[in-house]
């Protein structure tokens, strides 16, 4: 897609827009700004825009505590899916998950996000466990790259 730009959100209002997108499409986990800020140091985030309009995001969790696994996750707007946003937010990460030493990868879906399991099926992922945060009543969905 030639009209896609892609920046890691290096201000506030950028941060804010990453913000934007997450709480839109993760429903059940608002994040604070604070909360964005600090996940803004720990993993590597990205913002999509199309033709100047903000239409997506990225997360990328490097691999921790002597594991190979980084976990990948890419968000799309409802009203830009379709587009190959996705497709292009997650090679991305995948990309940035390779060069940060990953030897595995992991994606999380909330199990209400139909659209979001599709895309991790027909990538090759595959589940591992379902879990339910204190507070939340909807399920997510841990997912490994199959090798």
Known sequence: MSDLRFTPPA????????????NA??????????????????HHLELAYAGGVLAGCSTVRPPEDGTCTATVIARVLADHRGRGIGE??????????????????????????????????KHGFAETERYVLPGETI?????????
């Open 139 to 147: 399920p997510w969905i841990d997912m490994k790259l199959a090798p």
């Open 88 to 121: 292009e937010l997650y090679a991305r990460g995948l990309f940035k998950a390779w060069e940060l030493g990953a030897e595995q990868i992991a994606t999380v879906v909330l199990s209400s996000n139909d659209c979001g399991l599709r895309f991790a099926h």
């Open 11 to 22: 201000d506030d209002e950028a941060l804010r827009d990453w913000r934007r997108v997450h």
């Open 25 to 42: 499409t993760i429903p059940t986990h608002h994040l604070s700004l604070d909360d964005v800020r600090d996940r803004s140091w720990r």
